[in-house]
Nanobody
Framework: QVRFVESGGGLVQVGGSLRLSCATS????????MEWHRQVPGNQREWVAS???????NYADSVKGRFTISKDNLKSTVYLQMNSLKPEDTGIYYC???????WGQGTQVSVSS
């Protein structure tokens, strides 16, 4: 069974940083593209960043230059380093894999002004 568990969220002030982790199990992690998405209150879930099996990365324009996605194949874990956080980054952050169509339970990020 494919399973994702996110962690690392919390409350941070504007301009602060957080590092999210998503521990995966049940799939061959190193061959998979992994994604981070977020759900802002009142809005639909939106894509934030992706990393391919070859470590190619892509970012939404809203986070480009501030967020960095990375992964550790030995730990089957994907990370999202978030710097220069803004109030509009507040939301629940999820990791996702499209092949298995699996979502984690999410981790809450709150940025206070």
């Amino acid at each position: 069974q494919v399973r994702f568990v996110e962690s690392g969220g919390g409350l941070v002030q504007v301009g602060g940083s957080l590092r999210l982790s998503c521990a995966t199990s049940g799939m061959t992690f190193r061959f998979r593209t992994m994604e981070w998405h977020r759900q802002v209150p009142g809005n639909q879930r939106e894509w934030v960043a992706s990393i391919s099996s070859r470590d190619n990365t892509n970012y939404a324009d809203s986070v480009k230059g501030r967020f960095t996605i990375s992964k550790d194949n030995l730990k089957s874990t994907v990370y999202l380093q978030m710097n220069s956080l803004k109030p509009e980054d507040t939301g629940i952050y999820y990791c996702y894999n499209s092949l298995y169509n699996v979502w984690g339970q999410g981790t809450q990020v709150s940025v206070s002004s």
